[in-house]
């Protein structure tokens, strides 16, 4: 038992530690001398872990101190302790205690990965930047997509020159991104130096006119300093530079859009959603334009469908989601639907669009299909109490009663501090009893809802 006990200490702490009674044992067979390891450690650490797992950090704190006693001199034992110490504080936002912690098992253990990360996350929670930095210089030696975090670190301790250095040399060994150019945007408005900036990218793109994130950077620029003009300049300039650019057209389109120019935008925006090296977060923003241009102008919304359709087919159902709502703001529900169905089998663990699509078919009768859809969400879901009430109204329509009063009961399991779902468990239940002719099981759930008042 004991052996199998440590087997979920080390499953329980990742890699962090394996002290040596740990790795003396693998060839060993089981047995009960564990060196240091006594009993009064093992079962206060895993009363910590268990207490914390249910979000229990006060007493998970309580347990971990009787577990840093039992450890003696055990360093090892200690470190453990004191690494799941930092967690619980940090969870209580007693952020100093937390460091604390975690300053003493870098200096048991050294510059552990899983140490450094949670010490950062707590420097970030507290706004500690400066204190920051030097930790995350640490971490980009054992991970460097940490290098935009010290790039963000920079900026947000007014390091500005440094941030824009670092950006730069990101930019030059791995591409580009939108959140980097986010990013050097902010700097240079939080700096006011818009005129610099317009000057350094104009610098650029005569050194390398190839370059087209920096024509796209100007554009913004331009456009920030409300200069349409010198951004739609830029934008033909680039288009001129490079025929055949996909990027341009982030933002051609907009000006398009803004100048009446319908058929042109859309072909701007067929390119940026068929286009692999534009990236997601560009594209949505895009569609997210278009839906608004199709708010006041609905004589659009058949291109509407037409470029989900095609945007859809190579992402998320987020993009079915996002439609979807559209749909459903302007009543029109059934298309609504018909974009969330479709989103669901793209998304399957997409925990919005499974419940609005879920309600929306329960709203049009559609119960088979709402039995199904819920049923499939409950193995992902299955801690959300609102998937069990819509599976149990679904069985309840298809007279599936004992299926239906067996899912609803399960679901009150997971209600927490939600009596207007309460009270529609309660009715749901009311109902189910009532026609299996169970009157007093009714009248017991009748009785339970009508004691629960809705604020309103």
Known sequence: MKQFRISLLIAALGIFLFPAWVISQEDDPPTDDLGEVTDAFQDNFFEALKQKGIENYELAIVALRKAEMAAGTNLENKAVVHFEMGKNLAQLERYDEAETRYLQVLDLMGDRLDVLEALYEVYYQQQNYTSAIPLVEKLINQDEDYKEDLANLYSRTQQYDKALLLLDELDESWGESDYR?????????????SEGAISNLEEKIDKNPKNERDYLNLIFLYSEQGDTEKAFLTAQQLLAEQPDSKLVHLALYKFYLDNGETEKALNSMDVVFSSPEIEQESKYRV???FIGFVNNNSEYEDKLEAVVEKFGNQNSGAVYEKIGLYFVAKDQKQKALRFYEIGTTKDPENYSLLKNTLLLQIDFGKF??????????????????????L???????????????ETMETGLDYLFDDPR???????????????????????SFRKRASEITIAN
């Open 421 to 443: 779902m309460e009270k529609d468990f309660y009715e749901q239940l009311a109902i189910a009893y009532e026609r299996k002719g169970n009157t007093s099981r009714a009248a």
């Open 368 to 389: 088979e299909q709402a039995a199904a859809l819920s049923s499939r969400a409950l193995e992902i879901f299955p801690a959300q109490a609102l998937l069990y009430l």
């Open 391 to 405: 599976n149990g109204v679904s069985n309840l329509e298809l007279s599936n009663l004992d299926e239906a009063i």
């Open 181 to 193: 150019n986010a990013l050097r945007r902010q700097i240079y408005k939080l700096t006011g130096n």
């Open 287 to 289: 569609l997210g334009d």
